[in-house]
C-alpha cells in the first residue's frame, strides 16, 4: 500500500501540480448503505475522507483546495439529514481549526453564507478570522452553495452598483465579472474531481470552471483516500490544456 503510493508520487511533477482541486463529494449515502448504516453515518465517513483530502493536499503543494459540502439544492433534503449535515459541519469547525493552524492553512467559504444559521455562521467566522493569517494553503468550503445563485447574486450588486454610479457598464469586463462573485480573488480551478460515479457538474463553479479539466471516479467518497487523489492529478498532468488554441501553440 506505502510502496504504492511511493510508486504513484513518483509519477506526479512537482512543477505541474494544479494549483487549485474542487471536489464535489459525492457517494456518502450509497456507502451507508452498502454498509446497512443510515445516511448520516456516511456523511460522517465522509468529514474523514475531508480531513485526508485536506492532509494529502496541503503535503503535496496544492495552493487552494474547494470542497463542495453543502449545495443550494441540499436544503430539499429531508429536515434531519439537513440538521446532521449542519451539525456535522460545526463539529468540524469546532474540532478542525487546530489542525489547519498547524497545517498552516487558512479557511474560506463561498456561498449564501447567511442562510446557515447563526450558530454555524458563528463557528464560521471564529474559523475564517483565527486562520486568516495562514499562507500555505487555502481550504474553501462551499457552504449553501450555487453557481447560479451565485451568478444570480453578482448580476444584483453589479445593476445596484452601476445605478449608483459606481460601476460604469460599458466597462464591465470578464475580470469585473470575477470581483462580484463569491470566489473573487481566488484562482480558477486547475482540476475538478468528483467521487460516486455520476458524471456532471451540479451547479457547482458554473463561471470559474470554464476550462477546468474534469475527473469522475466511481470511488464514493467516504472511501476516498490519499492514493485516489494522486491517481486524479498524475491523470490531469497527463492531459494537454490548450485553452481553444492548437497543440503547435501549446507546445511552443
Ligand atoms: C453527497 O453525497 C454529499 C453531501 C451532500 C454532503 C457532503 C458532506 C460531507 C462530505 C461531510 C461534511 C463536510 C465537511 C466539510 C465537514 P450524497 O449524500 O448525495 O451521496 P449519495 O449520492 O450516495 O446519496
New binding site residues.
Given amino acids: 500500500m506505502l510502496n504504492d503510493l511511493r510508486e504513484k508520487m513518483k509519477e506526479i511533477d512537482p512543477e505541474r501540480l494544479p494549483r487549485h482541486v474542487a471536489i464535489i463529494?459525492?457517494?456518502?449515502?450509497?456507502?451507508a448503505e452498502s454498509h446497512a448504516l443510515g445516511?448520516v453515518m456516511?456523511?460522517r465517513k465522509?468529514?474523514e475522507?475531508?480531513r485526508v483530502a485536506v492532509k494529502t493536499c496541503r503535503e503535496l503543494g496544492i495552493r487552494y483546495l474547494t470542497?463542495?459540502?453543502?449545495?443550494t439544492e441540499?436544503w430539499n433534503r429531508p429536515q434531519t439529514e439537513v440538521s446532521a449535515?449542519l451539525k456535522?459541519?460545526g463539529e468540524?469547525l469546532d474540532n478542525e481549526v487546530q489542525g489547519l493552524m498547524d497545517q498552516d492553512i487558512r479557511l474560506a467559504a463561498v456561498g449564501c453564507l447567511e442562510s446557515l444559521g447563526e450558530s454555524v455562521l458563528a463557528k464560521l467566522r471564529e474559523a475564517t478570522a483565527r486562520t486568516a493569517g495562514n499562507q500555505s494553503m487555502v481550504l474553501n468550503?462551499a457552504l449553501s452553495y450555487g453557481g447560479r445563485d451565485e451568478l444570480t447574486a453578482a448580476v444584483n450588486r453589479m445593476v445596484a452598483d452601476a445605478l449608483a454610479g459606481k460601476l460604469a457598464p460599458q466597462a464591465i469586463t470578464q475580470e469585473s465579472v470575477a470581483g462580484y462573485l463569491y470566489t473573487a480573488g481566488m484562482p480558477d480551478p486547475d482540476l475538478l474531481i468528483r467521487t460516486?460515479g455520476e458524471c456532471r457538474i451540479s451547479n457547482f463553479l458554473l463561471w470559474q470552471m470554464a476550462y477546468t479539466e474534469f475527473y469522475f471516479t466511481e470511488v464514493?467518497?467516504p472511501d476516498f483516500r490519499e492514493s485516489h487523489l494522486l491517481k486524479a492529478v498524475a491523470e490531469y498532468q497527463r492531459r494537454e490544456r490548450r485553452f481553444g488554441m492548437t497543440s503547435g501553440q501549446i507546445r511552443k
Fill in positions: 463529494m459525492d457517494g456518502n449515502g450509497r456507502w445516511r456516511g456523511h465522509g468529514a475522507s475531508v470542497l463542495y459540502a453543502f449545495s441540499n449535515l456535522l459541519l468540524y468550503l460516486g464514493l467518497w
